[in-house]
C-alpha cells in the first residue's frame, strides 16, 4: 500500500472520531446543567477524540473490520461519557 493509501486509510478510520469530538461539546452546551467547566473548550474536543480514535481502533482489532454500528454506537457512548466526566469536573 501506497504512504497515501494508507494515510487516506487512517483518516477515513478517524473521521467518525473527529465529527463526534467536536459536536459532542457543543450539545453538551444546550443539554447539560448551566454552568463553567474546568476544562476547555479545545481541551474536550482533543480528550473525547482520544478518546474515540480509541474505541474506533479497538473495533477495528476485535472486529476485523471498521465500520461496524456496535463500534460506532460504543464510540456516542464513550465520548458521551467522557464529556459527561469533564462536566463534572472531576467531583466525587
Given amino acids: 500500500m501506497a504512504p497515501l493509501d494508507l ?14 469530538a467536536v459536536v459532542t461539546p457543543l450539545a453538551a452546551r444546550i443539554f447539560m446543567q448551566k454552568g463553567r467547566s474546568a476544562v476547555s473548550w479545545w481541551a474536550q474536543i482533543a480528550i473525547n477524540f482520544v ?5 474506533l481502533l479497538l473495533g477495528l482489532w476485535y472486529f476485523g473490520v471498521d465500520g461496524k454500528m456496535a463500534t460506532y454506537t460504543a464510540l456516542v ?16
Avoid: E, K, T
Fill in 7 to 20: 494515510l487516506d486509510q487512517l483518516l477515513n478510520l478517524l473521521a467518525p472520531a473527529l465529527f463526534v
Fill in 77 to 92: 457512548l464513550g465520548c458521551a461519557s467522557s464529556q459527561w466526566l469533564m462536566g463534572r469536573g472531576w467531583r466525587g
Fill in 51 to 55: 478518546v474515540g480514535a480509541a474505541v
